[in-house]
């Protein structure tokens, strides 16, 4: 197996990381919200966290490198449309998780304090993750049209 083959691979693999940890987690932090059982969102808070540090830090400081990398062996340039595109809509992606992460470390620590203190969230809370939830809708449609864009290279 050559070089290139493993590298898209890992590409490949990275993206999967990617999405399917950020959408999971997302999915288990906004459903677990709904039962406001502070327990519950303290324990969820505290593992979305563990995963975006080990799956999806990685996945997407790998993501460009490789892609670059992937780019260039393929003679690719940067001025082709759909490369373009993809990294403008990465970096929209990455413009909404950059903020996301810092939100999900609040989350997580007030929920740590309100359940360890056996109280209800704050109000704060409750504005923090809606901010949280909706800068991940971009993020998330950005990615679905990269995903697109990588298979489809349109233009």
């Keep these: 197996m050559n070089t290139y083959l493993i590298i898209k691979w890992l590409h490949i693999v990275s993206s999967v990381l990617l999405v ?14 709904r039962t406001k059982n502070v327990e ?12 975006d540090t ?7 400081i790998f993501q460009p490198a490789s892609g670059v990398w992937l780019m260039m062996q393929g003679g690719w340039t940067f001025t082709t449309g759909w490369i373009l595109a993809s990294l403008a ?9 950059l903020p996301v992460v810092w939100l999900q470390l609040k989350l997580r620590d007030m ?3 309100s359940r360890d203190e056996k109280r209800n969230l704050p109000s704060s809370y409750w504005r923090y993750a809606r901010i ?7 993020a998330f449609i950005a990615v679905a049209v990269v995903f697109f864009l990588m298979v ?3 233009f």
């Design 54 to 60: 080990w799956f999806t830090t990685p996945a997407a």
């Design 89 to 97: 809509l990465f970096c929209l992606a990455g413009a909404c998780w």
């Design 40 to 51: 519950a969102i303290a324990e969820v808070s505290r593992l979305v966290v563990r995963a």
């Design 20 to 33: 399917g940890t950020g959408f999971g987690t997302a999915f288990y932090l906004f459903f677990i919200n």
């Design 111 to 113: 929920t740590r304090q």
């Design 132 to 138: 949280w939830e909706y800068l991940g809708y971009p």
């Design 152 to 154: 489809n290279k349109p």
